[in-house]
Structures are given as C-alpha cells and as structure tokens.
C-alpha cells in the first residue's frame, strides 16, 4: 500500500478526504501544504522542526494508531495556544499505513 485515506478538517470546517503517500516519508504537515489546506505563512512555519506550533492539529479519531508524543513536541505544545487534549503537532506524525482513517482538524490561527 503506497496511500492512505485521511480526512483534514480545515480551520473553516470543511471536510477534504485525500491520499497520502505511505512512501514518501511525509509527515502530516508536509500532507497539509501539499495540498494547500491552509492559508500559505499560516501553517508549518518552520518548516516542520518543532520549533513553532503552527501545524497544531487535533486528533478526532480513537481508532488510529499514532507514533508517541516526543520530549520537544509535548515541550512546544505547552507554550501553545489553543491546546487541547487531542493536540499533536502534525510536523511529529509521519505518513504511516497506520493512519489509514485519520481524521485530523487543523487549530485555529493565533
């Protein structure tokens, strides 16, 4: 299997189900820009090095493995805004046939 099915919930609501590639060693972030799901200098500012929190997003399916939150994402997290239980950073989740369903909302812009 080389895609998955996930769907991104954007920071105006809509629901866009889209492919990502399992082979390409994306994270969740890169999967975002790419097909340009938030605003361009919104999102993923530093380009995906835990250093910002622009890419917070919240986890809205329990039936999806995810890799373990990290020392630097949990540390980033704390400093962020609008933070809620279900928040990762979608810089730290990589495209893995794991995340096949995922269902990932994008935090609103600070």
């Known amino acids: 299997m080389s895609d998955i099915k996930v769907t991104i919930i954007d920071r105006e609501g809509i629901n866009h189900e889209i492919d990502a ?3 390409m060693s994306m994270s969740m972030m890169e999967v975002v820009k790419a097909y340009e799901l938030a605003e361009e200098g919104t999102f993923g500012t530093c380009g995906g090095m835990c250093m910002c929190a622009s890419c917070q997003c919240y986890v809205e399916s329990d039936d999806v493995e995810l890799n373990e939150m990290g020392d630097e ?16 950073l979608s810089c730290q989740i990589p495209v893995t046939e794991n995340l096949e369903g995922l269902v990932l909302r994008i935090a609103p812009e600070v």
């Open 21 to 23: 590639p399992t082979d």
């Open 73 to 88: 994402e949990e540390a980033m997290l704390s400093e962020a805004f609008n933070v809620k239980e279900n928040s990762r």
